[in-house]
């Protein structure tokens, strides 16, 4: 199978590519081999994220689930503590 390799150009910030750059040189890498690294690593996480089938599969009955769902575990486990 040929491995194709494709061009990403990205314009990054100072505060972003300053300690991208830094924790390369601990590495002894290049800021573009570990933000290569980096962005695979979370790609892969992404796109299998055990979470993902559940995403859509039942009616949460509010829309700030997403944003409120530590508060809304949080109510669950004072409820279900004896």
Not at 47 to 70: C, L, T, Y
Request: proline content about 6%; cysteine-free; hydrophobic content about 40%.
């Amino acid at each position: 199978m040929m491995i194709m390799e494709r061009t990403l150009t990205l314009d990054l910030p100072e505060e972003i590519y300053e300690p991208l750059a830094e924790a390369a040189r601990k590495r002894g890498s290049t800021p573009e081999d570990l933000a290569k690294e980096w962005l695979a690593s979370a790609l892969h996480h992404a796109m299998n994220d055990p979470i993902e089938k559940f995403i859509g599969a039942f009616n949460s009955r509010g829309v700030d689930w997403a944003d409120q769902h530590d508060s809304y575990l949080g109510q669950a486990v004072r409820l279900a503590s004896p």
